[in-house]
């Protein structure tokens, strides 16, 4: 009850104007996963424990998604969460998504500056402006740290290559609803190469990502997409990126009173990213770049709303494809 009283709580204190169907919306189901224990809270909106149930499903969707792209080749590299500020400035992620980025920043000081925190502290004054920033940026797509990483390695191999990771992500975007968190983890597979082999690749992964969908019994579309680029400015980029036609999502309904949720994306960024970083192909022209992102904790929380909160009771056809690879 303790995870309820929680989201009451916050409801209290979030969201006294809206009607109450926008406020009880998404909390339902939020609520009924922490009262089943399936995530555990932290008190903050979109920060969230795992139970090994939740963790089982989420090594599943892994399995799966792995035996998906068994032809891939692909070479799979884990990065810890974060990537160095140089990486990040190349990126130009602060030009498009400022409001998400979440930087770590730690208490650089001497006794005096310590004294002077503590203080700060114990008064219950705001102590954060005593530390500095770290170098360190939280990754905010589990794709970031694979670009510079090819940059440095050189030319690509002919026909390009594809990469396989998986991290936890960070975006500031707290929220009530449990598909929207602050840290959540993205598989992806990366392609990088020429143009042709980016968009095949993204076509392939359409269909494989829908094939998936079925297979897991869940009412799933594509349809097209844009990120949420910050600011006036960032309207004119995201519809031109529509009317290109670079980013398409697989939505799946999930929260109450709703529209569906994107549980998996498919970009095509054409050379952008390969500009930025200097990615070559092999005979030296600026490589192109795509990604699947399948979003681990949302198809999770798909499969919860739609087969119950008890994965033993789940059809026996998504039990399998999930866990008797
Ligand atoms: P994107 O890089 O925005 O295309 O995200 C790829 C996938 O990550 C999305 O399709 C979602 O499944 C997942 N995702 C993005 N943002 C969040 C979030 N705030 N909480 C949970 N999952 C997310
Ligand atoms: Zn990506």
Redesign the pocket.
Known sequence: MDSIALISDTLATSGADEPPAARTGPATFLAALLDAGLLIPTGVQ?LYGRSETFEAIADGLNAAITALGSDQHAEILRFPPAIGQADFETSEYMKSFPQLAGTVHSFCGDDRGHRRLLARLEDGDAWTDQQAFSGVVLT????YPVYPAMARRGPLPWQGKVVDVLSY?Y?H?P?LEP????L???R?YVCLGPAERIVAFRQLWMERGLQLGKALELPVEVDV?N??FFGRGGRIVADSQRELRL?F??LIPVNDGAPP?????F?YHLDHFGALWGIRTDDGGTAHTG?V???????GLALLRHHGLDPARWPRGVRERLWSA
């Open positions: 979109g905010p797509a589990a794709c992500c975006r975007e929220s598909t929207r968190m602050q959540f983890r993205q992806e997409a990120d949420p980013k999502e697989l949720t994107a549980c998996m994306s970009n990604c992102g399948f979003g681990i904790e949302r198809l």
